[in-house]
């Protein structure tokens, strides 16, 4: 009988489904992850010795998870690592009892997964515990071995000045207009009762940040134009499509709302509609960012870093409202 894998001593629930993670140090890795493994934890984490973190990881990030757990080890920090196959059928629908126990006795976590259809509501619980418990947390949802060798090398610490310049200017502004040789042209409203917020990569205990970092966003008061996807969507869906270039998404929107759609690709426009029809808010604009990671330039078909690149991205859904102080939320983001 093995235990979940734990380097702080303490005594987890014995289980024969969980016996993969003490086999950790076992999993070999490119070495080539570790300088992005090291700006995670170190640079945009900056934990210390005397702090416990909480890794939470998919199967399928196996090798980055190993890369993390080896730089954690280096600080000397206690940790706890979880796969989350050992504690729930995928898409986990819900963040195991352990797990969220867990974050709770930690002062920094990771989340590192790939997303799965319909499990935006358990990453939510992931992210609501590490505002509700003061946690400096790193969402690497999609994160894969090309996003580690390129947007998380990138020097956060200048990421951080430039976002820090944007956002000065951002949360004075009222409207923005942004065009795109694809396309888009929109003209964006914000209101000063809702917050920008500065997600550069340096994370503190005031708001959790997507890695590889590097944007300024809020959640506009209002939103019109025609938007062109072109680049690639968010969720779980970007594991399907990819990059876009060859099959863009036509959005017309229409106070903040989608009021046409159109795609040559029929099958990404139907689950993008299916989508964006969850609920009552999943075709509203909740999102309006500006991407600030100047270490990265090119479209690779994942929405992690791909958003980062400097320009413009909007989401559909959840408004971030515990953040932009937004009076709606909704159970989907894309």
Known sequence: M?????????REQNSTKRKKNRNIHDVPFDPE??????????????????????????????????????TVEEVGSPYTLFFLE????????NIPHDILHDLKQSQVSI????????ELHARTQVTRMATAHHLRHGHMVNISKEIML????????????????????????????????????IEVHFSPLLNWLKTSGIITEKKWNNLPGGEVLTSPS??????????????????IYGDLKETPLYI???????????????????????????????????????????????????????EKIPGVHIAFGDSYWEHTGQTWGSSTHI
Do not use: W
Request: charged residues 30%; negative net charge; proline residues 2%.
């Open 2 to 10: 093995e235990k979940n894998f734990t380097n702080d001593g303490s």
């Open 33 to 70: 992850l570790s300088p992005g493994a090291y700006n995670a934890v170190n640079t945009c984490l900056r934990l210390q010795p005397e702090e416990r973190i909480t890794i939470i990881a998919g199967e399928e990030c196996r090798e980055i998870a190993a890369a993390l757990v080896k």
């Open 86 to 93: 050992n504690f729930c059928e995928r898409p986990c629908l």
């Open 111 to 118: 989340y590192a997964a790939h997303a799965k259809p319909n």
């Open 150 to 185: 390129q947007g998380m090398r990138a020097d956060f610490v200048k990421v951080d000045e430039l976002s820090n310049r944007v956002f000065e200017k951002a949360k004075e502004t009222k409207v923005i207009r942004a065009q795109s040789k694809g396309g888009t042209d």
């Open 222 to 239: 209002r939103i019109d134009g025609y938007f062109v996807t072109d680049g690639v969507v968010g969720d779980y869906l970007c594991d």
């Open 252 to 306: 017309e929107i229409e106070n903040s709302r989608i009021k046409k759609v159109n795609c040559d690709n029929k099958q990404l426009l139907n689950d993008f509609m299916k989508y964006t029809s969850t609920d009552e808010n999943s075709d509203r604009v909740g999102e309006f960012a500006i991407g600030t990671n100047i270490g990265v330039n090119d479209i690779i078909g994942n929405i992690l870093q791909d």
